[in-house]
Structure formats: structure tokens, C-alpha cells
């Protein structure tokens, strides 16, 4: 089954970028969404496939994908960008919805 | 647009839970919708979802047979009928609304309900 990994944590200075990977097979042939969740709250989709963002959401958030690895880089990372990220693809093989583990994202 | 959540509580292991989820502020049959927990102090795992016509339904094998996923579009409400319930299924239940009708690559979950919490406990 197809699998995605995101590292546990990643942790930032005040306006330095942050890059959270989201890895799988081949996944540059997918469309990845990307999911921030504050602590308790629900999740809220940042990026949608692959790169585009919904209104509301800062060009300092951008996401890319190309072959085993999707990334979400947040540039000039502020106290409010602390939150758990997510990636989540559509497995069309299982038709199946696949969420990554999530990445803790720590301001320093 | 909102969704609402209700039917959470505690349940003792092996029992059943239906969940519903209520959308208010547009056309419901318009759009597929899921079934997503998290486990305290977990990520996200998808539960179930449901094409905008009730025709498709889809499920992961950890919920396959004792989770079922309905709607009725004339009450804009989504459900999640949850039998042979195991500690391991407690968790927080959020809905969440996909971008159109069905479920491919493409369609993502632009808006959530706040959850419901099912804990499951002798």
C-alpha cells in the first residue's frame, strides 16, 4: 500500500523558512494537498494541489512536488505558523484517502 | 459554509455509535464528503467517504465491515454508523467537505466541523 512519510518535527527561528517534506513513491505524479492544524482546532487546507493556494492563505506559504518528495516551505516563519502540517494524497489504486503522519512545526 | 458534528460520547468496547454531521450554507448533494479522526495526541487518519450522490463509498480495511458511511441529501447530514467499536477507535471524529461531487486526485477537504469525541471504555 502506498505510504507517506513526514518527519516528526521541524523547528524554525523567526523569520528563517521552514521546509516540510512529504515523501512516496513516485508522488510527483499525484496531486498533494497540504493541511495545517493548530493546537485544538480542525485542520485547514494551506495548499491544494501541489502548489496552488486558497484565498486567505499567504504567498509565504508554497508548495512543490516533483519525484519522491513533495515539499511545503514556509518563508519568514512567524509565531502563528506553529502548528501540525499534513500532507494527504488520493491513492487511486485503493481509492483511498492518504494523510502523512504530520510535522510538528516549532518556532523558536 | 459549516458542518456541525454531533453524536460523540463513550461507549463500551463492542458497542455501536452513529455520528452525524449536519452542512449548512450550501448545495450538500454537490459534494463528496469524509469521515477523518485523530487519536489524542495522533495525525490524521481517513475513516470513510462518500460520493455527492450517495452512490460510491469508500473505506480503509481498519473500519471495513464495522464502519458504514450514509447520507441523506434531503437533510444535508452525513453519517457514520459505527459498530464493534475497540478502544483503539477512540478518537476525535471530524467530517469535512470535498471540492465537488466525487473522489479523485484532485478533490481535497476545504472545509471541516470542529469534531465530535468518541471514546470507547469499559
Known amino acids: 500500500s502506498y505510504v507517506l512519510t513526514q518527519p516528526p518535527s521541524v523547528s524554525v527561528a523567526p523569520g528563517e523558512t521552514a521546509t516540510i517534506t512529504c515523501a512516496g513513491d513516485?508522488?510527483?505524479?499525484?496531486?498533494v494537498h497540504w493541511y495545517r492544524q493548530r493546537p485544538g482546532q480542525a485542520p485547514v487546507v494551506v495548499v491544494h494541489?501541489?502548489?496552488d493556494r486558497p484565498s486567505g492563505i499567504p504567498e509565504r506559504l508554497a508548495g512543490s512536488n516533483s519525484g519522491h518528495t513533495a515539499t511545503l516551505t514556509i518563508s519568514r516563519v512567524e509565531a502563528g505558523d506553529e502548528a501540525d502540517y499534513y500532507c494527504?494524497?488520493?491513492?487511486?489504486?485503493?481509492?483511498?484517502?492518504?494523510f502523512g503522519g504530520g510535522t510538528k512545526l516549532t518556532v523558536l | 459554509v459549516q458542518l456541525l458534528e454531533s453524536g460523540g460520547g463513550l461507549v463500551q468496547p463492542g458497542g455501536s455509535l452513529r455520528l452525524s454531521c449536519e452542512g449548512f450554507?450550501?448545495?450538500?448533494?454537490?459534494?463528496?464528503m469524509t469521515w477523518v479522526r485523530q487519536a489524542p495526541g495522533k495525525g490524521l487518519e481517513w475513516v470513510s467517504a462518500?460520493?455527492?450522490?450517495?452512490?460510491?463509498?469508500y473505506s480503509p480495511d481498519s473500519v471495513k465491515g464495522r464502519f458504514t458511511i450514509s447520507r441523506d441529501n434531503s437533510k444535508s447530514t452525513l453519517f457514520l454508523q459505527m459498530n464493534s467499536l475497540r478502544a483503539d477507535d477512540t478518537a476525535i471524529y471530524y467530517c469535512?467537505?470535498?471540492?465537488?461531487?466525487?473522489?479523485?486526485?484532485?478533490?481535497?477537504?476545504?472545509?471541516w466541523g470542529q469534531g465530535t469525541l468518541v471514546t470507547v471504555s469499559s
Open positions: 469535512a467537505r470535498g471540492t465537488y461531487a466525487f473522489l479523485d486526485h484532485g478533490n481535497f477537504f476545504d472545509s
Open positions: 450554507g450550501f448545495t450538500f448533494s454537490y459534494y463528496a
Open positions: 462518500i460520493s455527492g450522490d450517495t452512490t460510491t463509498t
Open positions: 513516485n508522488i510527483g505524479g499525484k496531486s
Open positions: 494541489a501541489d502548489s
Open positions: 494527504q494524497v488520493w491513492d487511486h489504486s485503493a481509492d483511498h484517502v492518504l
